[in-house]
């Protein structure tokens, strides 16, 4: 199988918060698919460079309400991540994993989502996405 891999931000956010949202996001997927990660590569002069991402990562943009019906539409997807507005509110990780279990995802706001899979199921959720500016 071919997979594809985008992660999709609100398309609102100012840069360094969409920089900061799509590192966690790429964090995450090394986290949940390490095999998408490449293998240490020395350098000529023997310095030894950590492995990167084996895959493109485009980052894609969408208006804010449209990211909840994205995240849905890729419930058949292997991968699909989510990074709600309660992670920035939050002041530490267990104030955010309780603003997410007191909410409903349908009242949640996500700020970007990340989406992983065949490329064709992928394409059909986002293809038509413009890239981050």
Do not use: W
């Not at 997979?3 to 956010?13: F, P, S």
């Not at 909840?68 to 309660?86: D, I, K, S, T, V």
Request: net charge negative; aromatic share 6%; proline share 7%.
């Amino acid at each position: 199988m071919s997979i594809k891999t985008v992660i999709v931000l609100a398309n609102h956010l100012p840069t360094g918060l969409a920089a900061n949202f799509a590192a966690v996001l790429g964090m995450s997927l090394g986290k949940h698919s390490p095999d998408l990660v490449g293998s240490d590569t020395a350098s000529a002069d023997g310095i030894l460079l950590k492995g990167i991402t084996t895959v493109p990562l485009p980052i894609l943009s969408a208006p804010e309400s449209d990211l909840l019906g994205l995240f849905y539409a890729a419930e058949a997807l292997p991968l699909r991540f989510a990074y709600m507005r309660a992670a920035f509110e939050a002041s530490d990780y267990a104030d955010y994993t309780l603003l997410i279990n007191s909410t409903s995802l349908e009242e949640q706001v996500p700020q970007g989502i990340l989406l992983a899979g065949p490329r064709r199921a992928v394409d059909r959720i986002c293809g038509q996405l413009p890239l981050l500016r």
